[in-house]
């Protein structure tokens, strides 16, 4: 089934770090709901910031009604904002913990092959061939390269794992290969 | 690889919901419940310190004014902060209902992309062979984690995420009891049965 390693046009070779989960995770959140949660947030501090400095052109009542919009929407920006900041602190956690109970998994090097029609995951425990029409996303996460494949499988790894060829030409080969398009995620 | 046990499987929805089953958190000790609900002490500490900062920049309204808006403030932040909690926990730890478990199963066969596949595993001495359309995998049996057996299904865990699925009914050679008795050799692990959901 497999074929020499030295055959791979790319070759990537890498463990799985604390590091690179807490990248996907942010990667994850920016895509999925927390950012969303972010715009709403963002839109509750507008709304706060205008009343509040609306209100001085304005005396009596609407001066009043002004201040108490304002400053509740402020508190909901506050507590949203430190909601997702504690959310994050406990995910961190969470990834910590994760990557502690699986540390032996996490630790064994994995060798990714690709080669002009097919790709290999070489593991300790695992070897799999794979045809490039699975993947089914690829994600540019500001350094990190993750696809998904059939069958909800996530594989990833940073542009500095490339141990033959470079990660640039990889993206590019990834994309004609699997005809799917790279999607750049930033992540501070 | 010589072929001990063969067995010939369908992607399908109750593949998902049964991976789903055994997928999540172990049933083991409550989770003792707090006193503030849905809300920790560091959110008290917050809701207490937003009630003062109001009423600091209330300065020029009236004493019983200030403090009925304080109130209304802090009230407010509790509030906001147990919503959000509540919507962090349920992502956190989704339900375990039958319902809530078919939902899943039918989102992650959407996302798999692998409806009506079929799927053939070949369990040898050392490892098992895993082949779908355009993927082949093997895996030896010193990288198994844990097995689980449901109603229907062994599902054989690679790691927390990565499970594999044999359908008891796809069995191609032996027994279910002869099959179960080899996985718990080859893997040095006991198989554990889970409960049904109520």
């Not at chain 1, 998994?105 to 045809?131: A, C, I, N, P, T």
């Not at chain 1, 059939?150 to 004609?176: I, Q, S």
């Not at chain 2, 008891?168 to 889970?194: H, I, M, P, Q, W």
Request: charged share 30%; with cysteine.
């Amino acid at each position: 089934m497999e074929l020499a390693r030295e055959d791979a046009l790319f070759m990537v070779r890498c463990r799985v770090t604390e590091e690179k989960l807490l990248r996907l995770e942010r990667g994850t959140r920016v895509l999925g709901f927390q950012n969303g949660a972010k715009k709403v947030l963002s839109i509750f501090g507008v709304i706060a910031l205008i009343c509040l400095v609306v209100k001085g052109l304005f005396e009596g009542m609407v001066a009043l009604i002004l201040s108490a919009i304002g400053g509740a929407m402020l508190l909901i920006f506050v507590a949203g904002t430190y909601a997702i900041a504690k959310g994050w602190a406990g995910t961190k956690r969470d990834i910590k913990k994760k990557y502690n109970e699986n540390k032996a998994e996490y630790q064994r090097e994995k060798e990714f092959h690709f080669f002009e029609d097919h790709y290999e995951v070489v593991g300790e425990f695992e070897h799999s061939r794979l045809e490039y029409n699975n993947i089914g996303r690829m994600l540019d996460m500001s350094g990190m390269i993750v696809f998904l494949e059939k069958g909800d499988v996530v594989r990833f790894f940073m542009k500095d794992d490339v141990k033959k060829g470079n990660a640039t030409e990889l993206a590019g080969f990834l994309e004609r290969m699997s005809e799917t398009k790279m999607e750049y995620v930033s992540v501070k | 690889m010589e072929k001990k046990f063969s067995v010939s499987m369908t992607y399908n929805e109750n593949v998902f919901y049964h991976r789903a089953l055994v997928s999540g958190p172990d049933h083991g000790k409550p989770t003792k419940k707090s006193m503030l609900g849905d809300l920790d002490f560091s959110d008290i500490l917050m809701s207490i310190l937003a009630f003062g900062l109001y009423f600091l920049a209330t300065g020029g309204v009236d004493l019983p004014n200030r403090i009925f808006q304080s109130v209304i403030a802090w009230i407010l932040f509790l509030t906001v902060m147990r919503s959000l909690n509540r919507m962090r926990k349920s992502s956190k730890e989704p339900s375990r209902s039958e319902s809530a478990l078919k939902r899943v199963a039918k989102s992650d066969l959407g996302a798999s992309g692998q409806d009506g596949e079929t799927c053939i595993i070949s369990f040898g001495e050392d490892g098992f062979l895993v082949e779908s359309p355009g993927i082949v995998s093997e895996y030896k049996y010193a990288g198994v984690t844990r097995i689980k057996e449901t109603e229907e299904f062994f599902m054989i865990f690679k790691s927390r995420l990565t499970i594999i699925p044999v359908e008891k009914s796809g069995l191609e050679d032996g027994n279910v009891d002869e099959f179960r008795e080899y996985l718990e050799e080859v893997c040095g692990l006991a198989v554990e049965k889970t409960a049904a959901v109520a």
